[in-house]
């Protein structure tokens, strides 16, 4: 199992290094992960901010969405 997750940070390294998209979704779905956590702290979060945090989970999930699949296109 060590193997295989150090094989998958190889390749996201060498993904993040060589391809822009990946790495621009890289960065994103970082950004949108301190997003949440910050919107997590608040012991309530108004209506906006409900809706805001959202968002923010659906964008980040796309992004790594297509993560995946530019992960899963450069194995085959």
């Excluded at 906006?48 to 992960?71: C, F």
Aim: proline share 3%; glycine share 2%.
């Amino acid at each position: 199992m060590e193997e295989q997750d150090l094989t998958n940070q190889q390749l996201v390294q060498q993904l993040f290094d060589g391809n822009p998209r990946f790495r621009l979704l890289y960065e994103e779905h970082h950004l949108l992960e301190k997003e949440l956590q910050k919107l997590d702290q608040k012991a309530f979060l108004t209506p906006d901010e409900e809706i805001e945090r959202r968002k923010v989970q659906k964008l980040k999930l796309a992004g790594k969405d297509e993560m995946e699949r530019i992960i899963s296109q450069f194995r085959q």
